[in-house]
């Protein structure tokens, strides 16, 4: 079965500093694989998604991440944070091919001090 | 409408009540998804729509959850005889059509089992 580790169950950044997100996944291929971002009540956002090609995928508000096949992980990164980048980030996988369910990780929760 | 709609957003109910949860998927998605979310965890997946046709309930904790989606537009996730163990956050998530991983999530219903 697919699974999904964020190691880091909680990350405090200083605004301006850089962030990286680690996500590695388990699974027998390589997966279609997301970042989503959770406000507090809020739903869940599609920061970025891997399905093939390019390892470095770009996102929206200025995240990007990496698939790096030999190490299954797919770290999220973003060079400078900002203070509304504060909230809970899912890293999720899905089998490729078919519309299926999504496997999620426990998430990382970033804080970002001033 | 713009978004997914889920209603009610909180919900609190006395142990073996039943509940209803409903979702307005964005007008013309073809898949719709149900996931729920407990306290510090990472959404996992109930039940998954392909128009009115449920095509995978494995997610579905136990008998007392039921989902349809008869005119394959809203769904209704309902629980019988609720237990406090049902206490979570449900996310609602629609796609355009199958095969595509642009899910559009809804803020979700939270419901507190008392």
């Known amino acids: 079965a697919q699974s999904v580790t964020q190691p880091d169950i909680h990350i405090t950044v200083s605004e301006g500093a850089s962030l990286e997100l680690r996500c590695n996944y388990s699974y027998g291929a390589t997966p279609y694989l997301f970042w989503y971002v959770q406000s507090p009540g809020q739903g869940l956002q599609l920061l970025l998604k891997y399905f093939s090609g390019d390892t470095l995928v770009q996102g929206i508000k200025g995240f990007e991440a990496e698939f790096k096949r030999s190490q299954s992980s797919f770290n999220l990164r973003k060079p400078s944070v900002h203070w509304s980048d504060a909230a809970e980030y899912f890293c999720?996988?899905?089998?490729?091919?078919?519309?299926?369910?999504?496997?999620f990780g426990t998430g990382t929760r970033l804080q970002v001090t001033l | 409408g713009a978004g997914v709609s889920q209603s009610p957003r909180y919900k609190v109910a006395k142990r073996g009540q039943d509940v209803a949860l409903r979702c307005d998927p964005i007008s013309g998605h073809v898949s719709l998804f149900w996931y729920q979310q407990a306290l510090g965890q990472g959404p996992e997946f109930l039940t998954y729509?392909?128009?009115?046709?449920?095509?995978?309930k494995s997610g579905l904790p136990s008998d007392r959850f039921f989902a349809e989606r008869p005119e394959g537009s809203v769904s209704t996730l309902k629980i019988q005889r609720t237990q406090q163990e049902d206490s979570a956050v449900y996310l609602c998530?629609?796609?355009?059509?199958?095969?595509?991983?642009?899910?559009?999530f809804g803020s979700g219903t939270r419901l507190t089992v008392v």
């Open positions: 729509f392909q128009n009115e046709a449920q095509l995978d």
């Open positions: 999720a996988v899905a089998p490729t091919g078919t519309a299926s369910k999504l496997t």
């Open positions: 998530a629609s796609s355009i059509n199958r095969g595509s991983y642009g899910y559009t």
